[in-house]
C-alpha cells in the first residue's frame, strides 16, 4: 500500500460537514410558539439571543478555519487531531446554548457556555498553532502570524474572564462573550 496522504481540502471538507451538523443541531432546538401572537415571541427572547450569538460563533469559526487551512497543503496526522480537538468543543456549543436559552441567561449556564469558549479557543489556539508549523512562511510572514497569535490569546483572556464573571453578573460574562468575538470577524489579523 502506498502512504495516501490527506489534503487540506478534505480536512476542510470533513470539517465544514461537522460544522453543518452543529448548526443543524442548534437549529432543532428553535420551537415556535404555541400562540399564534406577536406576543408569544417575547418570552424566546433568550432562544433568539443565544441562537444568534451561537451561530455567529460556528460561522466566525468556520471563516477563520477556512482561512487557515489555505496555508497548509497537506494535513498531517497531528493536524488532524488537533482539528478533531477543536471540533469537538464546538459540538458542545448546541447543548450549552439550549441551557443557556432554557434558563434565560442564568449564572451557572452562561459560566458552562462561557467554559466552552474558553475550551474551544484553547483547542484553536493548537490548531492555529499546528497550521503555522506547517505553512510555508512566505505565504503568510512572522507579523501577520504574531499578531495572529496575540488576537487568540486576547480572545481567549476575554473568554476566561467571562467565564469568571458569569457566575456572579451573567450579563456581563455574555457581553464578554460577545466581543471577543468581534475579534475575529475578519479572519487575518490587521497587518498594520
Not at 459560566?111 to 505553512?135: D, K, M, T
Request: proline share 7%; net charge positive; charged share 15%.
Amino acid at each position: 500500500m502506498h502512504d495516501q496522504r490527506i489534503t487540506a481540502d478534505r480536512l476542510a471538507a470533513f470539517s465544514d460537514a461537522v460544522m453543518a451538523v452543529i448548526i443543524t443541531i442548534m437549529a432543532l432546538e428553535l420551537k415556535a410558539p404555541e400562540d399564534s401572537s406577536f406576543d408569544s415571541l417575547a418570552p424566546l427572547w433568550p432562544t433568539i439571543i443565544g441562537y444568534g450569538v451561537s451561530y455567529f460563533f460556528v460561522a466566525i469559526i468556520w471563516v477563520n478555519h477556512h482561512h487557515l487551512l489555505r496555508f497548509v497543503q497537506d494535513a498531517t496526522p497531528r493536524l488532524i487531531w488537533v482539528n478533531f480537538v477543536h471540533l469537538f468543543a464546538v459540538s458542545l456549543l448546541p447543548f450549552a446554548t439550549a441551557w443557556l436559552a432554557r434558563s434565560h441567561l442564568a449564572p451557572a449556564p452562561v459560566a458552562v457556555y462561557a467554559a466552552i469558549f474558553v475550551f474551544v479557543e484553547v483547542a484553536y489556539l493548537g490548531f492555529e498553532r499546528e497550521v503555522f508549523a506547517q505553512s510555508d512562511p512566505t505565504r503568510m510572514p512572522e507579523k501577520a502570524r504574531r499578531l495572529a497569535r496575540c488576537r487568540s490569546i486576547a480572545a481567549l483572556a476575554i473568554f476566561v474572564a467571562a467565564a469568571l464573571i458569569s457566575p456572579f453578573v451573567p450579563l456581563i460574562g455574555f457581553g464578554l462573550i460577545c466581543c471577543a468575538l468581534i475579534l475575529y470577524v475578519r479572519p487575518q489579523a490587521p497587518s498594520k
